[in-house]
T-cell receptor, first 115, second 108 residues
Framework: DADVTQTPRNRITKTGKRIMLECSQT?????MYWYRQDPGLGLRLIYY???????NKGEISDGYSVSRQAQAKFSLSLESAIPNQTALYFC??????????????FGPGTRLTVL | GQNIDQPTEMTATEGAIVQINCTYQ??????LFWYQQHAGEAPTFLSY????GLEEKGRFSSFLSRSKGYSYLLLKELQMKDSASYLC?????????FGTGTRLKVLA
């Protein structure tokens, strides 16, 4: 079973709709992240959370919100989707204590298209 | 500001050696990572450097010079399956900052 899962894997929606992307992990990591990836722009950080009560904005948080429902769950919401939010979205986890490298582990991604 | 630069695209031949460079300017440094990402898939961890020098893992090696803000990823005995994007990332105080990635094409 995958350690970091994302649902849905693909989603097509219309401008103005509210949409939620969900991320779950079984790695027991405290730290979770949401990124978007666009061609030529690399991975850009939207939000990150170091524990259930800690939420921080990344470099491109406008138009997005997040919820850390539990240690294992971190959801990303687009309150009113717009076409330039069309991108590949990745959830990632890391753990300061559990890994000697503290590398990030990524989910499989959600391809979102906003028409 | 914070910036990570790496070449956009490289091409190499199967069996050859290729070096992918990365330069960075970041506020805070707690390690440099290399990830491999096949098209449409998640990035996967390749290597980590926090001290100056070379780290070797099989066909992959990564080098770091903190004083120069420079790293490279060396791939030996290239295989067709190595065709992918390679992402350089720096872990700062709280966050990871990614470069835009280098797309490597391996030709037969």
């Amino acid at each position: 079973d995958a350690d970091v899962t994302q649902t849905p894997r693909n989603r097509i929606t219309k401008t103005g709709k509210r949409i939620m992307l969900e991320c779950s992990q079984t790695k027991g990591h405290d730290r979770m992240y949401w990124y978007r990836q666009d061609p030529g722009l690399g991975l850009r950080l939207i939000y990150y959370s170091f524990d259930v009560k800690d939420i921080n904005k990344g470099e491109i948080s406008d138009g997005y919100s997040v919820s850390r429902q539990a240690q294992a769950k971190f959801s990303l919401s687009l309150e009113s989707a717009i076409p330039n939010q069309t991108a590949l979205y990745f959830c990632a986890t890391s753990d300061l204590q559990g890994s000697s490298y503290n590398e990030q582990f990524f989910g499989p991604g959600t391809r979102l298209t906003v028409l | 500001g914070q910036n990570i630069d790496q070449p956009t695209e490289m091409t190499a031949t199967e069996g050859a050696i290729v070096q992918i460079n990365c330069t960075y300017q970041t506020s805070g440094f707690n390690g440099l990572f290399w990830y491999q990402q096949h098209a449409g898939e998640a990035p996967t961890f390749l290597s980590y450097n926090v001290l100056d020098g070379l780290e070797e893992k099989g066909r992959f090696s990564s080098f770091l010079s903190r004083s120069k803000g420079y790293s490279y990823l060396l791939l030996k005995e290239l295989q067709m399956k190595d065709s992918a994007s390679y992402l350089c990332a720096v872990r700062g105080t709280y966050k990871y900052i990614f470069g835009t990635g280098t797309r490597l094409k391996v030709l037969a």
